[in-house]
């Protein structure tokens, strides 16, 4: 399994930006598909953005299109979050997990089998 570490996360006011970092290391981590999940108190963990092993195709919730941008730089075995124009209800712990198995990008949860300790973004209003 890869582990992952998320970073970057805090307290940033509406409108704001904040960058996310993940990451990997003990597999190879153009190997897997990577993806940024959020869970909200009391709210299941929900896909945010997804991105292929080589970067070249990438995905996005509905919620943060046009907001968010993901990307990885697979030499530095990170991968990143940029989130602009950040809202209050963006409010969550952030996780990166990573997808092993298949060809393309899915957002179910229990597609990644492996998966950071979290970060906590706040946006306040």
């Known amino acids: 399994q890869v582990q992952l570490v998320e970073s970057g996360g805090g307290l940033v006011q509406a409108g704001g930006s904040l960058r996310l970092s993940c990451a990997a290391s003990g597999r190879t981590f153009s190997n897997y598909i990577m993806g940024w999940f959020r869970q909200a108190p009391g709210k299941e963990r929900e896909f945010v953005a997804g991105i292929n092993r080589s970067g070249g195709r990438t995905y996005y919730a509905d919620s943060v299109k046009g907001r968010f941008t993901i990307s990885r730089d697979n030499v530095k075995i990170t991968m990143y979050l940029q989130m602009n124009n950040l809202k209050p209800e963006d409010t969550a712990v952030y996780y990166c997990?990573?997808?092993?198995?298949?060809?393309?990008?899915?957002?179910?949860?229990?597609?990644?089998?492996?998966w950071g300790q979290g970060t906590q973004v706040t946006v306040s209003s």
């Open positions: 997990g990573a997808k092993r198995l298949g060809a393309e990008v899915t957002t179910a949860p229990r597609d990644f089998g492996s």
